[in-house]
């Protein structure tokens, strides 16, 4: 039934604008605002064409996990570059990141070779991956 259809992912935040800055400004996405009045929201475009949706919720809680995931072929560069744009990388005392905030051990099998963990404005988890 919806093999053939462009499905696409969304999220809250609690205001539209600093997410327009963040994901447009610090992330470099494509970002459209659209929508009118109490309907606003964001277009994030990204590679490959893929939407997502970011729509103002008033009572925006912020996911307890990863919404977006950015593979990367460089996580240093990547991290290095983040960090100059004003991200702070998170650490969870569950995994043994360094001094960057990168989890090189135990990621792996099968899934990343390395990961670290930052969040937008809303408090929503993005990460960058470097797969290979």
Known sequence: ??????????????????AKRFYGDTLGLEVEEGGAGDMRMLTLT???GAKVLVYPKDN???ASFTILNFPVDDIDEA??????????FERYP???ADDKGVL??????????????FTDPAGNVLSVIQES
């Open 1 to 18: 039934m919806f093999k053939n259809t462009k499905a696409y992912s969304g999220f809250s935040v609690d205001d539209l604008a600093q």
């Open 79 to 88: 991290v290095d570059e983040l960090v100059s744009r004003g991200v702070t």
């Open 46 to 48: 990204l590679g490959g």
């Open 94 to 96: 569950q995994f043994d």
């Open 104 to 117: 090189r051990e135990g990621a792996g099998s099968g899934g990343p070779v390395a990961v670290a963990w």
């Open 60 to 62: 925006h809680t912020p």
